[in-house]
């Protein structure tokens, strides 16, 4: 990765990779989930991740690449203490609340690695690459403030 076009391309690479693994590990999370709310959840961002994924085969498009991920050591840690959490809580409310912590942390890497790519994709003039990774990124915030609020109407108490 000699300069910023390089390491954009291998972002979207990344972000690839972290969507598929987040879209087999969602429907495990709702079959999990013991609040019928956090399994809506889950299963409606399910949906959304399709969507990312296929706003990134249309980045990729622009660039004239065929979609292909590499792989992202960062999800992968992230969604393995996931499913720690959901392996070896004691109750339902507690890995509800534990399954929230774990996709928020999925939602914030996510986050962060959207806003980069559409500063670099302004950067490099990569207009219509931002309305992809735009759509994303608005999506994913929604998605965070959904679990915020879950947790803290619901969930967090009955673990409590």
Known sequence: MNNLNELFVHFVRDMYYAEK????TLPK??????SDKLREAFEH???????HIENLEKVFGLLDLKPRGVTCDAIEGI???????MDEAGDAESCDA????????VEHYEITRYGTMIA?????GMKEAVKHLEA?????????EKLTKLAEQSVNKLAA
């Open 98 to 105: 534990g399954m929230i912590a774990a996709a928020q942390a």
């Open 79 to 85: 969604l393995e203490e996931g499913k720690e959490i």
């Open 29 to 34: 999370m709702a079959r999990k989930a013991g």
């Open 120 to 124: 670099w994709a302004k950067r490099l």
């Open 45 to 51: 961002h399910r949906k959304e991740t399709e969507s």
């Open 136 to 144: 994303n990124l608005k999506q994913e915030y929604a998605a965070d």
């Open 21 to 24: 693994q987040i879209l087999k």
